[in-house]
């Protein structure tokens, strides 16, 4: 159990020396957390308001503060080049996202124009019944991001490292709140990076 701990605050380490470098993008991610921890109370109210609060909301904070504000070119903090980031990313590096979020932009055309889904559904009435499908929709996809990454990481790296980067994502919404709650504030008093030290662990 040790291990797989060591091996979750390992992906937790990494994810922020080499991603969240970032005040903004901290303070996005800060927002997003807490969308997400609105979403998981909502799983068990509303399972589609939970898929339409993560990806609307959780998602879009999230994945706009690294594509806008996070820097992408050498980083001086870690001695590595971008390509060398995102090549050795356990999670959606830039290329996986840009297919994830296509297809998440897609899903709400998708139900537009085949409201039963080629027959598998009973077809939405009314843009209410409407949003209820593509909030489901979006759930069932985060779902499915996750597993397929998880399963591929059994082959990658293993089946411990697939279910601690699994259980990192799960974790994300707390550890981020607990990361970055003073990032608003650090932005206010001018400070657009975070002061990474040297890194705490190595793979």
Known sequence: MQEFVKKVRILQWDDHRYYHQCRINQTLHLISAISF????????INPAAAGLVGWMVGMVTRQSGHIFFEPRGYDEVNQATDEHKESIKAGYNMRRKAILLMVWVSMPVLLALTPSLFGLIAPA???????????LAWLALGAAGVLVRTLHLFFLRGPSWGLAWATKILLDPFHNVASYWDSP???????RYDPIEAPHHSH
């Open 185 to 191: 504030l650090a932005l206010m008093r001018g400070q």
């Open 125 to 135: 009435h009314g843009f209410a019944e409407y949003a209820h499908d593509v909030g």
């Open 37 to 44: 921890l609105v979403s998981y109370v909502l799983l068990f």
